[in-house]
């Protein structure tokens, strides 16, 4: 949970709705296959549940002091494209749209090719 304070008042983001976000963000990439899911939690709900699931391979980690976050995605990709540009793409987007929506400031996104598909 992300708490931002203003003038106004204070705003309360959860942790869903940002791995959602990115999750979003990311699959409208050009070139991206699917989110691949990481770590026990993510792999077991996904054998569970056979629809995939928006926030699969997004890991959100939180700086000191949490003014900033960076974002670490597992994806798959389709193959005989460019790969270093679809990485490019994918982090501008990703942190263009949390900046944006969200106003958090975004430290770092790191994207992590796990497979490529045909």
């Excluded at 979003?24 to 056979?50: D, E, I, W, Y």
């Excluded at 700086?63 to 679809?86: E, F, M, P």
């Amino acid at each position: 949970m992300i708490k931002i304070e203003n003038h106004i008042g204070a705003i309360e983001l959860s942790n869903e709705y940002l791995t959602s976000l990115i999750g979003h963000t990311a699959t409208g990439c050009f070139g991206v296959v699917q989110m691949n899911p990481f770590g026990p939690k993510q792999g077991v709900r996904s054998l569970l549940n056979k629809e995939p699931m928006l926030d699969n391979g997004v890991i959100i980690r939180y700086s000191r002091g949490r003014d900033s976050i960076v974002i670490d995605l597992h994806i798959t990709v389709s193959y005989g494209i460019n790969v270093s540009a679809i990485v490019d793409s994918i982090i501008n987007k990703v942190r263009y749209t949390v900046e944006t929506e969200t106003g958090i400031n975004v430290k770092k996104v790191n994207v992590f090719i796990d497979n490529m598909k045909a």
